[in-house]
């Protein structure tokens, strides 16, 4: 079955701390992982996308890597600043037996940077 | 400019009423999707339209239909509304092949009383 386990399952953080996301994967054949931010009462945004072979991607302060091997991903981010505060959700794209995708989402981990 | 917008963005109603809520989007995208978001905040798929053919289909009650008049559009009707039924949804699109980067509208939040 596929799934996509995320942790912690919440996280506070002072500002400008660093901290890192993971997230564990089952789903077969892998397509992609991609990484959202969703603020609160708004849809997710997409932060990186990554394929099988690409093993880091960055965008501004959120840097996401992946170990195919191992089915794990994590999300750092540099220097959190308030506006970090929100929901990250890791979705994992397969392939689909005659063509097509399909997205495994997990749980997201809530994040919150304080002062 | 919005992307995908989703009308309207609150509806409270009662139990065992018919409500639809409005997908569009402006991207050019050719697959538009509906996800529901319990009060754990996980998003599960419940639809995808691809030129106007339903290509996955999850295990949601038949009460619940969408409906694409056109590539830019996947309306979601709901009959004989359920207090379960409240969630927030939400409508997003992609192009099919590259379903992984989906975008995704502001989200309807469903109150059933």
């Known amino acids: 079955k596929n799934q996509v386990e995320q942790s912690p399952q919440s996280l506070i953080i002072l500002e400008g701390k660093n901290c890192t996301l993971q997230?564990?994967?089952?789903?077969?054949?892998?397509?992609?992982l991609r990484w959202y931010k969703q603020d609160t009462g708004r849809g997710p945004v997409s932060l990186t996308i990554m394929t099988f072979s690409e093993n880091t991607k960055s965008n501004g302060r959120y840097t996401a890597t992946l170990d195919a091997d191992t089915k794990q991903s994590s999300l750092h981010i540099t220097a959190s600043q308030l506006s970090d505060s929100a929901s990250y959700i890791c979705?994992?794209?397969?392939?689909?037996?005659?063509?097509?995708?399909?997205?495994?989402f997990g749980t997201g981990t809530q994040l919150k940077v304080e002062l | 400019d919005t992307a995908v917008s989703q009308t309207p963005k609150y509806l409270v109603t009662q139990m065992g009423n018919d409500k639809s809520i409005k997908c569009e989007q402006n991207l050019g995208h050719d697959t538009m999707y509906w996800y529901k978001q319990d009060s754990k905040k996980f998003l599960k798929i419940m639809f995808s339209?691809?030129?106007?053919?339903?290509?996955i289909n999850e295990t949601v009650p038949n009460r619940f239909s969408p409906k694409s008049p056109d590539k830019a559009h996947l309306n979601l009707h709901i009959n004989s509304l359920e207090l379960g039924d409240s969630a927030v949804y939400f409508c997003?699109?992609?192009?099919?092949?590259?379903?992984?980067?989906?975008?995704f509208g502001p989200g309807t939040r469903l109150t059933v009383t």
């Open positions: 979705v994992v794209g397969s392939i689909l037996t005659g063509g097509g995708n399909k997205l495994t």
């Open positions: 997003a699109s992609s192009q099919a092949h590259r379903a992984g980067e989906q975008y």
């Open positions: 339209y691809n030129n106007k053919e339903l290509i």
């Open positions: 997230c564990n994967y089952t789903v077969s054949p892998f397509s992609n």
